[in-house]
């Protein structure tokens, strides 16, 4: 049953509570990246240390969005929602009075089962608890917060550590934190109602959820440390081992239980496998463009960082201007029709930029960033209310936990796979660990190719996205009416 707000003031209020946790998390993400060097310095610690501290996150987080997801199903979403900003609040406080590398790992830990749950039932209170005609709006929203937060995340980031110490970055989450709490509890309408006596008494798919947790786990070590540890090397050949056989096993668990913790029965409808197909294939171009791009302006282009994050700003900016009016649109257009415009045009926009880079100037840069930011306007939001549309409200909890599962899987992929193609095509990997030498013996010939055949990989991506996209044949807001 759809719950409705009472009016659109309380629809408004509703869709801030969505959207200010998705800029908290983005936010977070980016205050955080900003400032690993000076956590580095603090504790005496190397790259490959620090580099936990957003490792041991993001594995927990991901690892647990499908778990969240089933809860919100099983308990209620406006639950869920509220734990998962207590966690978050308390995981913030921990990190930010940590003394030792130990237990700001463990606290990153806690702030991660936080904002998993946060992120898996995020998308899902939108359709939860709005009518039809509203969501691609607030789906619109929502997009515009997170991309604000990856916006000023990392300039604030910098002054707080700048202007105070890298503590602080963490302990300001808690106040606004505990705002947020009590606005949610406020404002939020109690799903739990809702829920039926049935789902109530089913048990929870405690194996199902510690298979899923090994499996993602498993994976997401291996895409993120196969660069740095050699693709051959045994733990990297054994965690992709083992995500295999856990998965499967996971797989074969769900299928034969009553109550899963997964029902696999969504990807029985093709045009929700297709949507979220298209969605990977796209954010990995989106990671993969955002890791790559700052390292062609500073070792092609010749910026220093500042300059260079100025120039990459054009693309949010871009993006959080049309990302709101699409997500209007899609309302009154079939979302998929909007999103397949925005994939082929991403498509061309990585083809024409693959192919400009010889010339070192920067106004493609900027063309390019403009396109690219226009491109994803065109599809982010219209593609989470397509995806969630195409969900049955009974099962939207976890199909929000799968499509941030999947969208966060590709964001790992995307890094990785750019990274992988520009070191292969070189020879050379020393430039994405930061290092400008001038001794660097590989011509400017050799980088340009790296980026070249990296940018010809998201045109590709970006074209599967738009096929995946245009295979879709359901009407999502026929399919909501006939409902």
Known sequence: MLIQAADKTRNLWIIFCVSFAAFMAALDSYIVNISLPSIASYFHIGINGVSRITIVYLLVLTSTLLIFGKMGDKIGFKKVFVGGYI???IGSLLCGISSSLD???ISRCIQALGGSMLYS????IIPKFLPENERGKAFGILTTF????????APLGGFITGLFTWHWIFLINVPVGILAILFVIKILPDDSLEIDDKNKTHSFDILGSLLIFISMSLILYAIN???ELGWTSSIIICSIIGFVTS???FV???HKNKTPLLNLNLFKNTDFTFANLSNLMAFILFAGNNFLLPFYLVTIEGLNVTQAGLIIMIYSLVYMLVGPITGKLSDKIEPQTLCSFGMISAALSCLVFA???NSQNILFVVIYLIWLGFSYGLFISPNNNLIMGLAPLEEVGVASSVFKTITNLSLVMGVSIFGLIYSVTTGNSSLLNGSTNNNIIHSNTALLNGFHNAFLFGFVVSLLAFIFNHLIQTKVHERVLSN
């Open 87 to 89: 966690l978050f609040v």
């Open 103 to 105: 237990m700001l790992l």
């Open 121 to 124: 039932i995020g998308p899902a």
């Open 146 to 153: 997170g991309a604000l937060g990856i916006a000023v995340g």
């Open 225 to 227: 440390m196969g660069q």
């Open 247 to 249: 998965f499967s096993f």
């Open 252 to 254: 074969w668990w769900e």
């Open 355 to 357: 192919y400009s880079l």
